[in-house]
């Protein structure tokens, strides 16, 4: 049993397709497919449930996929320290983050990685807050950045910057037009949100609930763009970071005031694996990220985490 055949096993499953996989390994679709056979004849069971619309892990590949992850990633990261230890470098380092956070981190992540690392590979993998928890505990991404309600950031997660929650209206809106907004106004005001595991809802909800105030959530829409447009054209009001809207606003697609009484402070914080599971070229991509950080602090796009600034990556 060869490690190339278990890595095709792991991609086939995460795309469900034969032909994407094929493609992303650059590999031809018949050659997978006999590479996958002659996997599934070696284990003495069907990894995949063939149809119409693709392919399945069947139960037993289910629970042999992590093992298969777990496998790949390991040899992986056994070449990437490999080179480090002789002084150079390499291998993938894939980041989980939010839309929002993307936008502002993406591109001077990209062009100092090609600066100060050239041969580490960077992937980043879009996510709710929730699913990056998830992909970091099944060690499917290297680096996290998620949004956290201030009380629950911990001494593994390092802060990034901090921001507080608006109330999103359309232009025009009389209510978000006011310099602020009671929390408890959200008990008749409905508002739309994405669905749990989203950071905002939890937060939202939570803080609801401990007032004994009754949420109206109108719409569960999970894209975010949709929300601001379904809100821009007045169909409601949303819940959001400023930065999430700036661009709307600046242009008078949209109103945004701050929720008070009480104020919902998050903070962005960034989070990897257990020590011994992070290499060198995550380590060192997490600097980066803390130094990028440290800009848009600096220049006035995000604000400082509360009593602290941002620190050296454990």
């Known amino acids: 049993m060869d490690l190339k055949s278990i890595d095709w096993f792991v991609r086939i499953a995460e795309t469900g397709?034969?032909?994407?996989?094929?493609?992303?390994?650059?590999?031809?679709?018949?050659?997978?497919s006999r590479g996958i056979r002659d996997l599934e004849r070696r284990v003495g069971q069907p990894l995949f449930q063939r149809t119409g619309r693709g392919m399945q892990p069947t139960e037993f590949g289910w629970r042999l996929l992590p093992l298969a992850r777990r496998a790949?990633?390991?040899?992986?990261?056994?070449?990437?320290?490999?080179?480090?230890?002789?002084?150079?470098?390499s291998g993938t380092v894939a980041i989980g983050l939010p839309g929002s956070v993307a936008a502002r981190?993406?591109?001077?992540?990209?062009?100092?990685?090609?600066?100060?690392?050239p041969d580490v590979s960077l992937r980043f993998v879009e996510s709710?807050?929730?699913?990056?928890?998830?992909?970091?505990?099944?060690?499917?991404?290297?680096?996290?950045?998620?949004?956290?309600?201030?009380?629950?950031?911990?001494r593994a997660m390092v802060p990034l910057a901090s921001s507080s929650l608006y109330l999103i209206g359309p232009a025009g809106d009389p209510l978000t037009a006011r310099s602020s907004v009671p929390l408890s106004r959200l008990a008749t005001c409905g508002v739309m949100l994405p669905g749990r595991p989203h950071s905002v809802r939890t937060m939202v909800e939570d803080v609801c609930a401990e007032r004994g105030i009754a949420l109206k959530v109108?719409?569960?829409?999970?894209?975010?763009?949709?929300?601001?447009?379904?809100?821009?054209?007045g169909c409601g009001h949303t819940i959001a970071g400023f930065s999430s809207?700036?661009?709307?606003?600046?242009?008078?697609?949209?109103?945004?005031?701050p929720l008070?009484?009480?104020?919902?402070?998050?903070?962005?914080?960034?989070?990897?694996?257990?020590?011994?599971?992070?290499?060198?070229?995550?380590?060192?991509?997490?600097?980066?990220?803390?130094?990028?950080?440290?800009?848009?602090?600096?220049?006035g796009t995000w604000r400082a985490p509360s009593g602290a600034t941002t620190q050296s990556a454990r």
Do not use: C, Y
Not at 218 to 232: G, M, N, P
């Open 17 to 32: 397709s034969l032909s994407r996989a094929a493609l992303d390994l650059d590999v031809s679709p018949s050659m997978l």
């Open 72 to 89: 790949t990633l390991e040899f992986r990261r056994f070449n990437d320290e490999a080179n480090a230890l002789r002084g150079r470098l």
């Open 105 to 117: 981190v993406v591109a001077p992540l990209v062009r100092l990685a090609v600066e100060k690392m």
């Open 128 to 154: 709710l807050s929730g699913g990056i928890e998830e992909r970091l505990a099944t060690r499917r991404i290297d680096i996290g950045l998620a949004f956290e309600h201030e009380s629950r950031v911990t």
């Open 218 to 233: 109108l719409f569960e829409i999970e894209s975010l763009l949709a929300i601001r447009e379904t809100v821009a054209a």
């Open 245 to 257: 809207v700036a661009r709307e606003v600046a242009a008078g697609l949209l109103q945004a005031t």
């Open 260 to 299: 008070r009484d009480p104020t919902i402070n998050r903070v962005l914080v960034m989070t990897t694996g257990p020590r011994n599971a992070v290499t060198s070229a995550a380590r060192a991509v997490s600097e980066l990220i803390l130094r990028v950080a440290g800009e848009l602090v600096a220049n």
